[in-house]
């Protein structure tokens, strides 16, 4: 079992970075590939990015292509998303998660999920 908690969310201006820490606790942390997630209000969890457990393959939503990294630390049990550009549109609560399958773009796909973080971008 994977537990997992976010931080390094906040209230920034439009153009400004951000960088999302997720951290796991649990001995099986290598085994899974690792996603983040976005949700807001009245909408459904969007898929932002992930990455293979050994971090070795990547995949972005088109929203965030080009803007957004995703990257691990398997000795750490770390994940994160780097941030830049950001925009008003990428406003919403962001979540980290942890699958078995790569890639996996929908929510159902994911196992264990963190309690979230909030980013506001301002414009």
């Known amino acids: 079992q994977v537990q997992l908690v976010e931080s390094g969310g906040g209230l920034v201006q439009a153009g400004d970075s951000l960088r999302l820490s997720c951290a796991a606790?649990?001995?099986?942390?290598?085994?899974?590939?690792?996603?983040?997630?976005?949700?807001?209000?009245?909408?459904?969890?969007?898929?932002?990015?992930?990455?293979l457990s050994n971090g070795g393959g990547t995949q972005y939503a088109d929203s965030v292509k080009g803007r957004f990294t995703i990257?691990?630390?398997?000795?750490?049990?770390?994940?994160?998303?780097?941030?830049?550009?950001?925009?008003?549109?990428?406003?919403?609560?962001?979540?980290?998660?942890?699958?078995?399958?790569?890639?996996?773009?929908?929510s159902r796909q994911y196992i264990y999920w963190g309690q979230g973080t909030q980013v506001t971008v301002s414009s």
Do not use: H
């Open 71 to 106: 990257s691990r630390d398997n000795i750490k049990k770390m994940v994160y998303v780097q941030m830049d550009s950001l925009k008003p549109a990428d406003t919403a609560v962001y979540y980290c998660a942890a699958t078995t399958i790569y890639p996996a773009t929908t």
């Open 25 to 51: 606790t649990g001995d099986t942390f290598m085994r899974y590939a690792m996603g983040w997630f976005r949700q807001t209000p009245g909408k459904e969890r969007e898929f932002v990015a992930t990455i």
